[in-house]
């Protein structure tokens, strides 16, 4: 019985491990994540606030201003002429034979409709001006540039009149037409020429833009205010 019952034990054992070897899992590599590399998205444009404020003349930022229309009356012109503050410049100019009408105002900026305070500190990037309409026949446009427009303020200071610092107060001519624009050129040659100035003039030859006049207390105001400033004056 012993010998039978050894057997017995044996034959049950070696089932039991031939079972567990037959039912074994052998685990299944599985295989190595791919990483996907997604497509960048494409960068959406930070738009530009509403409200932000342009540069100054900044390529593809500030807009060129409009040329302005010729609305002289007939037999008569009209120019922009810029030299520093526009009470001393309007002054000197509404006396001279000639001149019909002169008015303060600015001009040669990007700013619509400028008030006084916009163009401190170059901000609008308008000059002060003063709008001549003159007779030609009376006062030829060579004639007022260089007997009057060039005496009158100092032409070699760069966006500077005196005392008065800033683009505002720069030396410039706004011409309406291409006459305009040579007998400009021809003059400002002729007075860079002439040895009266120790630097280079630097007036801005450009076409005319938008005027806008200037607030009322600014018209004729030496005539409105007798000894008022002004750093304008006739130089031999």
Not at 40 to 66: E, G
Not at 69 to 84: I, K, N, Q, R
Request: aromatic share 10%; hydrophobic share 30%; net charge positive.
């Amino acid at each position: 019985m012993a010998p039978l019952c050894l057997m017995t034990v044996w034959l049950a054992l070696s089932g039991i491990r031939t079972s567990a070897a037959d039912t074994a899992v052998t685990p299944t590599p599985q295989p190595r994540a791919t990483q996907v590399s997604e497509a960048p998205s494409p960068k959406t444009p930070t738009p530009r606030p509403k409200n932000s404020a342009m540069t100054p003349n900044t390529p593809n930022q500030t807009p060129a201003p409009a040329a302005a229309p010729d609305h002289s009356p007939p037999g008569l012109e009209t120019v922009y002429l810029a030299g520093g503050c526009f009470w001393g410049m309007e002054d000197i100019l509404r006396k001279i034979p000639g001149v019909r009408e002169t008015q303060a105002g600015y001009t040669g900026g990007w700013l619509p409709n400028p008030k006084y305070d916009d163009t401190h500190d170059s901000k609008s990037g308008h000059a002060e001006s003063v709008k001549v309409v003159f007779d030609p026949k009376t006062l030829p446009f060579e004639e007022l540039l260089e007997k009057w427009f060039f005496r009158m303020h100092d032409p070699t200071t760069l966006n500077r009149q005196g005392n008065d610092v800033g683009s505002q107060y720069r030396s410039a001519i706004f011409t309406f037409n291409e006459t305009q624009k040579k007998t400009a050129e021809t003059v400002k040659a002729r007075v860079n020429a002439s040895g009266k100035w120790r630097r280079p003039v630097v007036t801005e030859i450009t076409t005319a833009s938008i005027w806008y006049p200037a607030e009322g207390y600014h018209q004729k105001y030496l005539l409105k205010n007798p000894g008022g400033y002004t750093c304008h004056f006739m130089r031999d």
